[in-house]
């Protein structure tokens, strides 16, 4: 009996010592891979940001997105806060204010998080300057007072944002005279590490000169703010100075100067964007949020499905039903928000393809005022290099062949008479742009990102979402004859196509639009 004891003893001792050593190896494995991720996301922040800093910003966001894509993934609340700031800030310096304020304020939510005040006050700096550059007085000064009242660890650059940001707020409120002293005593307090080392200060202040009129004075100050910028390399502040330069010439009344600096901006801005490769980046960034709202959705379904079935189980504990029903009401209204959000997120990727559509028009008619000092013709040189492509069988097209036929493309995509066709195919597609399908298949796939299904799916929805929500010119119309107008003859084809690029049903999404759209209306 001794003996037996003595042996199980031994045993339980191995035991426990094998089992410490597993919890130990567990614990020395958990801890090397966090190091892993945060080395990680330490490469894709280091190496976007020095693609920000040559003013490379669709490569930049590309890191960026996989940083932050990283960090949800392995729920790193520091780095979806680094993440998120710096996505905004590409769209702030590509001047996309919507999108930059939407990741500025999911970086704050993750410094509210993380309880950590000092990347609290540096988000709130991005929000405020965001807001400026919004014309929106009123929220830039409920996050600038916010911003005063949160702890930073740098006193210095605390002070100094202080006062720019105070000058900024005192300039939307028209009240020039305190916003120039502001931008005064911010220039003088300074910090070295600010990298525009006071440009914008000089264009703040040629502002205010341009708002009392005083156009000569506002000449000074964005003639310097230029020289400063050029001498910085920054292109970004040389194109807002010559953009400035350009109003206030025209407003007294030199067209040659004002035509000047109109078309050193526009070459500057050639010079800085892709903006090709840039919506590239954005809609890859679409997606990315559109499938995790779309995860998101699905595990709040599941999770109210399952609700469901142990609520039938246990409904005659009424005390227990009732906590199942208040956890089914909670979840329902989170899944009404994720709701809302995609149809904020429909509403901004319309705006997104009309700015696009915008700068396609700009690009091509600055090609085409280059073409018309050329030797050849644009219309013979792009004849030729397509006779040449088709006679060797290559399906390769130039920049300006690609963003031509692009332009046609999107011409007849957002005719909506045409689309509606039933039988609308890709030969339809092909025989109106006058191309042929080589071409305009590549075009779809290089220049839209998808292919021919998946875009004529999305123009045709997009127009149902807003027949669906328009009441004046469509609310006597069923949701079928809204469909079968638009060219779907099937349901099912027309609900799993629009399920596809909402992640809702269109009932849902009318129904939630058209609530959301009663709310935003001011009370008469």
């Known amino acids: ?45 280091a190496t976007g940001i020095t693609y920000v800093q040559a003013e490379q910003y669709s490569e930049a966001l590309d890191y960026f997105i996989e940083a932050l894509k990283l960090a949800e993934r392995e729920k790193n609340d520091r780095g979806v806060y680094i993440s998120c700031t710096n996505i905004g800030t590409v769209f702030s310096y590509t001047k996309d204010y919507s999108n930059a304020l939407y990741y500025y304020r999911k970086s704050y939510d993750a410094a509210l998080k993380a309880k950590d005040s000092n990347s609290q006050a540096k988000t709130l700096i991005n929000i405020v300057g965001t807001y400026f550059e919004m014309d929106d007085a009123v929220n830039a000064r409920r996050y600038n007072e916010l911003f005063i009242k949160t702890s930073m660890d740098d006193l210095k650059l605390k002070h100094y944002y202080t006062l720019y940001n105070n000058a900024v707020v005192a300039r939307l409120e028209k009240k020039y005279d305190i916003a120039r002293y502001y931008y005064e005593q911010a220039m003088k307090h300074l910090p070295e590490e600010i990298p525009s080392k006071g440009v914008n200060h000089l264009i703040d202040l040629g502002h205010i000169s341009m708002e009392e009129g005083h156009e000569e004075e506002a000449i000074g100050f964005f003639q310097k703010a230029l020289a400063e910028a050029a001498s910085l390399g920054q292109h970004r502040s040389m194109i807002d100075a010559c953009e400035q330069l350009t109003i206030a010439y025209e407003k007294i009344g030199d067209k040659e100067r004002a035509e000047y600096y109109k078309n050193k901006a526009l070459a500057t801005s050639d010079t800085l964007f892709n903006q090709q490769q840039l919506n590239f980046s954005k809609s890859r960034l679409t997606d990315f949020e559109r499938d995790k709202s779309q995860r998101y959705i699905d595990s709040l379904n599941t999770s109210l499905n399952i609700s469901l079935v142990v609520m039938a189980f246990v409904a005659l504990l009424l005390l227990l039903s009732m906590a199942f029903i208040l956890v089914i009401r909670r979840k329902n209204k989170t899944l009404t928000d994720s709701y809302e959000l995609l149809i904020e997120k429909n509403k901004d990727l319309s705006k997104q393809a009309e700015q696009s559509k915008n700068l396609r028009e700009q690009y091509l008619a600055v090609i085409d005022k280059l073409e018309k000092v050329s030797s050849l013709p644009p219309r013979e040189e792009e004849e030729a290099s397509c006779e040449d492509g088709e006679g060797k069988g290559s399906s390769y097209l130039n920049e300006e062949q690609m963003a031509r036929l692009a332009r046609k493309i999107t011409s007849v995509m957002e005719d909506v008479s045409v689309i509606s066709n039933p039988d609308f195919n890709q030969n339809m597609l092909v025989q109106l742009t006058g191309s042929n399908t080589t071409y305009v298949s590549n075009v779809i796939n290089v220049v839209f990102g998808k292919n021919f299904k998946a875009m004529l799916n999305e123009y045709r929805i997009n127009e149902a979402c807003k027949r669906l929500v328009d009441t004046e010119h469509y609310g006597h119309m069923t949701i079928e004859a809204i469909y079968r107008e638009l060219g779907y003859v099937s349901p099912t ?18 129904k939630l639009a058209r609530e959301k759209n009663s709310y935003d209306e001011p009370i008469k």
């Open 493 to 510: 084809v027309f609900i799993n196509a629009f399920k596809k690029v909402n992640g809702m049903t269109p009932s849902q999404y009318q």
């Open 1 to 45: 009996m001794i003996i037996l004891l003595k042996q199980m003893k031994s045993h339980t001792t191995i035991y426990l010592r094998v089992m410490l050593i597993a919890a130990l190896i567990h614990f020395a494995t958990g801890i090397r891979a966090a190091e892993d991720v945060n080395d990680q996301l330490r490469q894709l922040t």
